[in-house]
């Protein structure tokens, strides 16, 4: 497995990451800085990407190369494109992406030792993606007649169908933030979290906790429809039994109706009070609504979360007494589940690392990351590692593949299958009004 090893070490004690006179400048939409970035020498079999905490390379076990190469390698340019939306109603989302970019690649150059930084320069070219597909279409075709050698991003779904075609026919390749699979394949890799990957993690978890009949109450739009053809395919896998799926409008302001329908209730809502951030049921007398099934999946957060929620605490339905089943979206600390939701599980990439993270980049730039800021740094990572690779596989699909995968340093290990797609080794963590906890780690290698 490739160790992407950029935000810390693996092993000793890590220095402290770049103060803010030595942190990377300010990203602007136009060119960033030139960092020179030497090959690494030959690597172990296993190697780190990068870890965030701070590039170290002072008291750690130093991954020895296995062989150095019998001449120097040759002086090259690596030219990685970023494209991320830099204005408009996701800039500050940009913003972050890219400043998450360039914090792994200025923490790979602070890893590199002097030798190394004369071999090569890594490039990071920002393009702005804009608002639509026609303006992401534009901010591809410019990286990639500035030589891009790889793209990473765009963000949304609509940017990658209108980025991805454009890359194919020039081969270069697309490591993509968004998850939607649709446009992946062919030179195109989707690095978002996938539903399919979340809903088979957290039901193969219910299944070993015993649970046999599942249901899903999903929105109705195209996200909906794949995380049910998703739980259709796990379940099936698993030997379980559907029971039901419920559908909900993305715009429903309540969702009484919906759970009532779902868990077959058919008396009214109890009179719902909120206090201490959780919603609670007036009715002390108030029993557990009937059901026909063991758990149920939940793949929403923000105020969808919260409606689902008041709608448990009216009929009474305990997380304790039927298992409630989370996707990452409810892996957000600045909004956690409400509390009427404690003890339900959902998957994510295990928070330790991730934690690390928020703080580097916290103290290299004076905000809080936004989540998906981890995707951008793992995937600057990833670049970066295979830019110095003196073998010189660089960014083939061959590379990209590797059935082995790579181990984030944010995010966990991944690893892009040829039809695009990314698999991914994440934790079940439990949500408590106290915070999360991890009940199950993700595996530590594929």
């Not at 058919?266 to 951030?277: E, I, L, N, R, V």
């Not at 007494?321 to 409810?330: D, F, I, N, T």
């Not at 670049?383 to 990209?400: C, I, M, Q, V, Y």
Request: net charge negative; with cysteine.
């Amino acid at each position: 497995m490739l160790l992407l090893t950029t935000l810390a070490a693996c092993g000793g004690t890590p220095e402290e990451p770049p103060s803010a006179e030595r942190r990377p400048p300010a990203a602007a939409a136009g060119d960033m800085p030139r960092l020179k970035m030497p090959p690494r020498h030959a690597m172990p079999k296993e190697r780190h990407l990068a870890s965030p905490t701070a590039p170290a390379t002072r008291g750690q076990a130093a991954v020895a190369p296995e062989a150095a190469p019998a001449s120097p390698p040759a002086y090259r340019k690596v030219k990685v494109a970023l494209l991320v939306p830099q204005t408009g109603n996701s800039a500050d989302l940009g913003r972050a992406m890219l400043d998450a970019a360039q914090l792994a690649l200025y923490d790979k150059y602070a890893s590199l030792n002097p030798a190394q930084k004369q071999a090569a320069d890594v490039i990071l070219l920002p393009k702005d993606t804009r608002a639509t597909a026609s303006e992401a279409a534009d901010a591809a075709r410019q990286a990639i007649d500035e030589g891009a050698d790889l793209i990473l991003g765009p963000v949304f779904s609509t940017a990658l169908a209108a980025v991805a075609p454009l890359a194919r026919e020039k081969q270069v390749e697309v490591i993509s933030f968004s998850n939607d699979k649709t446009s992946a394949g062919d030179g195109v890799f989707v690095m978002g979290f996938t539903p399919e990957d979340q809903v088979d993690r957290i039901l193969r978890y219910a299944a070993r906790q015993g649970a046999h009949r599942f249901a899903a109450l999903l929105p109705s739009d195209a996200y909906g429809t794949a995380v049910a053809r998703a739980v259709q395919k796990s379940v099936a896998d698993i030997g379980g039994e559907v029971a039901g799926v419920g559908y909900y409008s993305p715009n429903a302001p309540e969702l009484y109706a919906e759970i009532r329908a779902l868990f077959g209730i058919t008396d009214a809502p109890s009179a719902a009070a909120k206090g201490d951030g959780a919603w609670q049921s007036t009715d002390p007398n108030r029993s557990a609504a009937p059901r026909t099934f063991d758990a149920v999946l939940i793949p929403e957060g923000g105020a969808r979360l919260q409606a689902v929620a008041e709608a448990f605490a009216a009929y009474g339905i305990d997380p304790h007494e039927v298992m409630v089943l989370g996707s990452g979206q409810w892996d957000d600390r600045a909004n956690p589940p409400p509390a009427a939701l404690s003890g339900a599980w959902f998957v994510s990439a295990a928070p330790a690392q991730r934690d690390v993270f928020t703080r580097h980049f916290e103290k290299s730039y004076g905000y809080k990351p936004p989540r998906l800021a981890s995707l951008a740094y793992d995937a600057m990572a990833l670049a970066s590692t295979l830019a110095f690779d003196p073998a010189g596989r660089s960014f083939s699909p061959e590379t990209l593949t590797d059935p082995s995968g790579f181990n984030g340093p944010v995010d966990g290990i991944f690893r892009f299958t040829p039809d695009g797609q990314c698999q991914r080794g994440l934790a079940v963590i439990e949500f408590s009004p106290q915070g999360f906890s991890v009940i199950d780690p993700p595996a530590e290698y594929f």
